[in-house]
């Protein structure tokens, strides 16, 4: 009885999340098995021809190669996200809100709008550019725009608040005794973060990684505004092919494609989590 | 306390809920005409208000993105749109979904004005589907003194774009059909080439133009002329005409080889709403003036030959707007997409992965 009348509660939720959620994955999933004819119309007959392709090498080097921007992506994150997240959790009440709401302010903005201010200062006549040619220390631009490590940078730029607050909620939530216990114990500052406190956070690092590998697979407008289309990733790809080449079933089969690579990602993270009793879906 | 807080709060939705219920209900005893196209005034604001003042139809502009978009948007509901300007090969498409009204002429006594020589193209042979309204086309911009200065020869052709001193100097528009196009047509072959062996003869000649790409871009490639980090862009007639507004040195270059034209044509809807007001729009902006203000805001050549008298002088002096007929000969139609489509996007795909 207790528990129906909890379950009650949910149903709300599982009817929006099936509204929303589940119905669209169905039909990317069905589509992804329809054929289309010559005028790009999807015609309901049964092929596997999308998968066929989507296994073809070159477009396997397009997942490889979004696979290791999102990768890259959640790994530098993590490296400028953890100290900043632990050094908020130790301020006093009234910095540490600011500081969260300051890491919240730029979603306030649009994404779009934000991924062009990194035009402006990265740009043969952007910002840096122009102070470093005023002050004489170079004598021509440096390039740094349509590199891959432009990209790199806007989508670390883009999704790094999600880092950061997923630490930041794993590290508030430490038991301060334990590292008391452990200074007692005579351990080192250094030596208590890496034995105590970083394993303990763990899943607020897996819960991070996981909130920026998704979204870094698909953010196909930086590839194009930052990475001037030099290289392909999986976003970019997909979008073509739904808008420009009217192939919406082997959009679709690349999207299924996309869905399980965030699916191993995630299971690999409720793995992590398990047996922590902690994390983004418990 | 708390109470009157909610109950103010509510009164208040509901009033503006009140507000913009009575809003919507008026405006739909008003005549209107629903037209969807690209936004960016593509169709003048300034154009639509006079046509509001002068008949009392309001105009509702749903801006889209893409010709896909208003292809889906036009499928799902058909009765809800009059009228839409798509691009040729997309009037193709959605003539032979049957999505399209047969065009009365006897309502458009201003069709006379349209030139002839941009009707009866391939995706409306006849003229019963299809109104153009705006011509673009590709063709190269160039900064001649910035091509010298890396040494490079002088650009006249696509050819010119593989010299060595070009490297990371060229911008060119994102898209494989355009830029398969750009190299079959540097090898003397035909847009949208299927015979295998041209087509990996193209395959080989487009891996090496890699090197000297500095930035793919679709939306605002004049921009890297303009700021200098090209020397050399392809892209589309509107684009370079912009590019050489903001930096007078920018040189338009039509390749001997030929390039693309893209024209923008109007087309209503089979089941459309207001079909008599929809003709009365039609007939509106195919008036001389009208057409001839159309183009000078939009920076697009004008199909209406009735309009040249009224252009300004500098549109009519500029050979990207006003195209001469050795121009305008040597342009051709991306026919045939679906065909090689899925082969272009792959030799693509591989080209951007190198």
């Known amino acids: 009885m207790k528990t129906l009348k909890r379950n009650v509660l949910a149903i709300p939720f599982l009817i929006w999340f099936g509204l929303l959620v589940g119905i669209p994955l169905v039909y990317v999933v069905v589509l992804s098995f329809m054929s289309r004819d010559h005028l790009g119309n999807v015609v309901f007959r049964f092929t596997l021809e999308n998968y066929q392709k989507v296994f073809d090498p070159i477009y396997l080097r397009v997942f490889a190669n979004s696979f290791l921007l999102a990768l890259l992506t959640g790994f530098i994150t993590l490296l400028i996200g953890y100290p900043v997240a632990y050094i908020t959790s130790q301020l006093e009440p009234k910095k540490r809100n600011l500081a969260i709401a300051l890491f919240m302010l730029p979603f306030w903005i649009s994404s779009l709008l934000r991924t062009y201010g990194w035009v402006i200062l990265l740009g043969n006549t952007g910002l840096i550019n122009n102070v470093l040619l005023a002050l004489k220390i170079i004598d021509k631009p440096i390039p740094m725009m349509y590199k891959f490590s432009t990209t790199l940078i806007g989508t670390v730029y883009m999704l790094i608040p999600f880092m950061i607050v997923a630490i930041y909620n794993s590290v508030d939530k430490l038991d301060r005794s334990l590292l008391e216990a452990s200074y007692d114990l005579g351990a080192s500052k250094v030596k208590t973060f890496f034995k105590i406190v970083l394993p303990l956070t763990i899943p607020g690092i897996a819960g991070g990684f996981t909130l920026v590998f998704t979204p870094a697979l698909g953010l196909y407008f930086i590839s194009d505004l930052l990475g001037g289309g030099q290289t392909i990733f999986l976003g970019n790809l997909i979008n073509t092919l739904v808008n420009r080449g009217r192939n919406r079933p082997l959009a679709a089969a690349f999207s299924v494609g996309m869905i399980l690579l965030v699916t191993l990602v995630i299971s690999i993270y409720g793995r992590i989590t398990k047996d922590k009793g902690e994390g983004l879906f418990q | ?354």
């Not at chain 2, 009059?82 to 309502?107: C, F, H, P, W």
């Not at chain 2, 160039?142 to 200065?149: S, Y």
């Not at chain 2, 008599?276 to 195919?286: K, S």
């Open chain 2, 1 to 354: 306390m708390k109470g009157n807080k909610i109950l103010i709060a509510l009164l208040i939705v509901i009033a503006v809920g009140a507000l913009i219920y009575v809003n919507i209900n008026r405006s739909e005893g008003q005549e209107a005409i629903n037209l969807m196209t690209w936004g960016g005034d593509f169709i003048p604001r300034e154009i639509i208000d006079q046509f509001t003042e002068e008949t009392g139809i309001k105009v509702n502009y749903k801006e889209v993105t893409s010709n896909e978009d208003m292809q889906s948007l036009l499928e799902a509901n058909p009765d809800q749109y009059d009228l839409a300007v798509v691009t040729d090969y997309m009037v193709d498409i959605l003539r032979q979904n049957g999505l399209l009204e047969n065009l009365d002429k006897s309502k458009l006594p201003n069709i006379k004005n349209i030139n002839p020589v941009y009707q009866g193209n391939y995706y409306d042979e006849n003229n019963e589907y299809s109104i153009p309204y705006a011509i673009s086309t590709s063709f190269l911009l160039v900064n001649p003194e910035a091509v010298a200065a890396l040494g490079a020869q002088p650009i006249t052709s696509y050819k010119d774009l593989w010299q060595s001193e070009l490297k990371n100097s060229i911008v060119l528009i994102d898209w494989s059909v355009e830029i398969i196009g750009l190299v079959l047509k540097s090898l003397g072959y035909e847009y949208n080439e299927t015979d295998p062996v041209k087509v990996s003869e193209a395959k080989e000649r487009l891996f090496a133009l890699k090197d000297n790409i500095v930035r793919f871009e679709t939306n605002t490639p004049e921009d890297s002329l303009v700021n200098g980090e090209a020397v050399v862009g392809f892209m589309y007639s509107n684009q370079a005409v912009k590019g050489q507004a903001a930096n007078n040195k920018l040189q338009p270059v039509f390749p001997e080889e030929g390039y693309p034209i893209y024209i923008d044509c109007w087309i209503m809807s089979k089941e459309a709403p207001n079909k008599d007001n929809a003709y009365q729009f039609l007939n509106f902006i195919m008036q001389p003036e009208i057409a001839a203000k159309i183009a000078d805001i939009t920076k697009f050549t004008t199909p209406n030959k009735a309009a040249e008298p009224y252009l300004p002088e500098d549109y009519r002096n500029n050979p990207m707007l006003n195209l001469p007929d050795e121009v305008a000969a040597n342009t051709s139609f991306y026919i045939g997409v679906e065909n090689v489509l899925e082969e272009y996007e792959h030799i693509y795909s591989e080209f951007k992965l190198r």
